[in-house]
């Protein structure tokens, strides 16, 4: 599945990181316990947009009339990550068929590393024990980096892609 090998290259990445935070609205039945009703909202790390392109190129010269300059990436082989101040997207060509919406647990926006931060096996125990199915899970008890990957109702992939150890390691 293109997806999930792009997802892959995705982490291989290690650059996409921005500035942003998820506000959550009612969820469906599905997803039986919201995050505020369990107390303390979870600490998503920083955000970018990983987008499926066509045509690398053309996609770059266009969001360079928004701003967005080139700070990570390899065009040699498809992909190149864009910034404007804290906004960060990533272009992927042929990579993936859908946009990825991307967390990075212990980055802050110019990928240093924060010294105290949610771990991804943290994030991924209060998803399972809120009833939300993950597609792609990491060692629960691993220390290292990390990498989870769910959908949201409308089917649009979320990853939470750790490339830092976990807090105290």
């Known amino acids: 599945m293109r997806t999930h090998v792009a997802i892959h290259a995705i982490i291989a990445a290690a650059a996409l990181v921005g500035g942003a935070g998820l506000a959550v609205g009612t969820l469906p039945s599905r997803f039986p316990h919201h995050a505020a009703e369990q107390g303390a909202a979870?600490?998503?790390g920083n955000f970018s947009v990983s987008l499926a392109v066509k045509d690398l190129a053309a996609s770059?010269?266009?969001y360079a009339t928004l701003g967005f300059e080139p700070v990570g990436g390899n065009p040699e082989h498809?992909?190149?990550v864009l910034q404007n101040g804290d906004v960060t997207i990533g272009l992927f060509q042929g990579m993936f068929d859908e946009n990825i919406l991307t967390?990075?647990?212990g980055w802050d926006s110019e990928k240093n590393?924060?010294?105290?931060f949610e771990d991804v096996r943290q994030i991924q125990a209060k998803l399972?024990?809120?009833g939300v199915e993950l597609q792609l899970e990491t060692d629960p008890d691993g220390t290292g980096i990390g990498h989870i990957v769910l959908a949201d109702p409308d089917g649009n992939q979320i990853m939470f892609?750790?490339?830092v150890p976990a807090p105290g390691h």
Do not use: I, S, V, Y
């Open 103 to 105: 967390f990075n647990p």
């Open 161 to 163: 892609d750790q490339h």
């Open 60 to 62: 770059r010269a266009f």
């Open 113 to 116: 590393t924060l010294e105290e």
């Open 42 to 44: 979870m600490q998503l």
């Open 128 to 130: 399972k024990d809120a």
């Open 78 to 80: 498809n992909w190149q």
